[in-house]
């Protein structure tokens, strides 16, 4: 059976899965999945760790999916022209404000990538959220700039990427 009608949509969609998973792999929440006495088998990269809901992000993954509630919920589609202009404008204030390093980059390298994440995920993602409490102000605060600053590493990474 084939998926694809042609060569041009099979291109199309693998592209697709190639920014996805970028962006996933930047997630420290995509990297991990906690482990303990609650959570046998794992909590599912914090998606069985519940609280209280904002805008639609009510687990700790999804906190961290929607940049610690700052994009939570979803666009409405199709996407306008003043939609795209808020999506570039918002890309340049991020861009400004959390500058990579370029010696970082590790282009290609999606171990160190995911491992790097990873570290994140230990730091950073599990210490002060207690399940069912809402995340203090500074937790979301410091999600919010790691989130960033990982945002724009995966641009970086995928535009080198791609080249």
């Known amino acids: 059976m084939n998926?694809?009608?042609?060569?041009?949509?099979?291109?199309?969609?693998a592209l697709r899965l190639v920014i996805?998973?970028?962006?996933?792999?930047?997630?420290?929440?995509?990297?991990?999945?906690?482990?303990?006495?609650?959570?046998?088998?794992?909590?599912?990269?914090?998606?069985?760790?519940?609280?209280p809901s904002i805008d639609g992000a009510g687990n700790l993954h999804a906190v961290w999916d929607?940049?610690?509630?700052?994009?939570?919920?979803?666009?409405?589609?199709p996407l306008s022209s003043t939609d795209f202009?808020?999506?570039?404008?918002?890309?340049?204030?991020?861009?400004k404000a959390y500058p990579i390093d370029s010696s970082k980059l590790?282009?290609?390298d999606f171990q160190k990538w995911a491992d790097l994440s990873f570290e994140i995920s230990?730091?950073?993602?599990?210490?002060g959220v207690v399940v069912g409490e809402?995340?203090?102000?500074?937790?979301?605060?410091q999600a919010n700039s790691i989130l960033k600053?990982?945002?724009?590493?995966?641009g970086y990474r995928l535009n080198n990427l791609l080249q």
């Open 85 to 95: 202009s808020w999506y570039s404008t918002e890309e340049q204030t991020i861009a």
């Open 122 to 127: 230990k730091a950073s993602v599990y210490p």
């Open 149 to 154: 600053t990982q945002i724009m590493y995966g």
């Open 134 to 141: 809402a995340l203090s102000a500074e937790y979301v605060a």
């Open 20 to 51: 996805h998973y970028v962006g996933d792999i930047h997630q420290p929440l995509h990297a991990t999945t906690l482990v303990d006495s609650d959570y046998k088998n794992g909590d599912a990269g914090g998606n069985f760790e519940h609280l």
């Open 66 to 77: 929607s940049t610690a509630y700052e994009y939570a919920g979803y666009p409405n589609l």
């Open 106 to 108: 590790y282009d290609g």
């Open 3 to 13: 998926y694809f009608p042609d060569e041009e949509n099979a291109r199309s969609f």
